[in-house]
T-cell receptor, first 110, second 112 residues
Framework: RKEVEQDPGPFNVPEGATVAFNCTYS??????FFWYRQDCRKEPKLLMS???SGNEDGRFTAQLNRASQYISLLIRDSKLSDSATYLC???????????FGKGTTLSVSS | NAGVTQTPKFRILKIGQSMTLQCAQDMNHNYMYWYRQDPGMGLKLIYYSVGAGITDKGEVPNGYNVSRSTTEDFPLRLELAAPSQTSVYFC???????????FGDGTRLSIL
């Protein structure tokens, strides 16, 4: 099992759709989790941290399931500007093992 | 604040040449990282540093060297450039190892 695996893409959705991405991780000692967004040929940018109790930021909701070792990202009311690649990041407790998923590509069309 | 600054933004090298990719951050972050990203692929960690004077290998360190003489700077050195090192290189920093990383806007390197 790969250390961090993400849903294969691309996801092609119309504007206004709700879309969800999952990311599974293999190291149960992992302590910190994030979702990043990367636009084509640009640097990754932090979208949101993922907390144990789940957290929401506008149209975006992130959840963590430690028992099943996965994190999720839900995007409601998709916008054209949401088109990007979404990367999940899993970090171990010491902060010395940072694993990026390969990313899931989202394409929102009008 | 400038955040994380990488120079140069683009570079073309000939096989066997050497160069240094510069990275500087002004956020007083202890942790700094170098990644490479090949087309259509995920980020791979080359080297990281947890503070001045301390560096360690990541997943793909071969062909690269780093130094960390100050908190602000974390240069990446390619000694003998090879075509396999054609990639986009990102530098990142964070305050601690389990905090979000801030990325520079990358160096696009082609080796011909």
């Amino acid at each position: 099992r790969k250390e961090v695996e993400q849903d294969p893409g691309p996801f092609n959705v119309p504007e206004g759709a709700t879309v969800a991405f999952n990311c599974t991780y293999s190291n149960s000692a992992s302590q910190s989790f994030f979702w990043y967004r990367q636009d084509c040929r640009k640097e990754p940018k932090l979208l949101m941290s993922v907390y144990s109790s789940g957290n929401e930021d506008g149209r975006f909701t992130a959840q963590l399931n430690r028992a099943s070792q996965y994190i999720s990202l839900l995007i409601r009311d998709s916008k054209l500007s949401d088109s990007a690649t979404y990367l999940c990041v899993v970090i171990n407790q010491a902060g010395t093992a940072l694993i990026f998923g390969k990313g899931t590509t989202l394409s929102v069309s009008s | 604040n400038a955040g994380v600054t990488q120079t140069p933004k683009f570079r073309i090298l000939k096989i066997g040449q050497s160069m240094t990719l510069q990275c500087a951050q002004d956020m007083n972050h202890n942790y700094m990282y170098w990644y490479r990203q090949d087309p259509g692929m995920g980020l791979k960690l080359i080297y990281y540093s947890v503070g001045a004077g301390i560096t360690d290998k990541g997943e793909v360190p071969n062909g690269y060297n780093v130094s960390r003489s100050t908190t602000e700077d974390f240069p990446l050195r390619l000694e003998l450039a090879a075509p396999s090192q054609t990639s986009v290189y990102f530098c990142a920093s964070s305050s601690t190892g389990n905090q979000p990383q801030h990325f520079g806007d990358g160096t696009r390197l082609s080796i011909l």
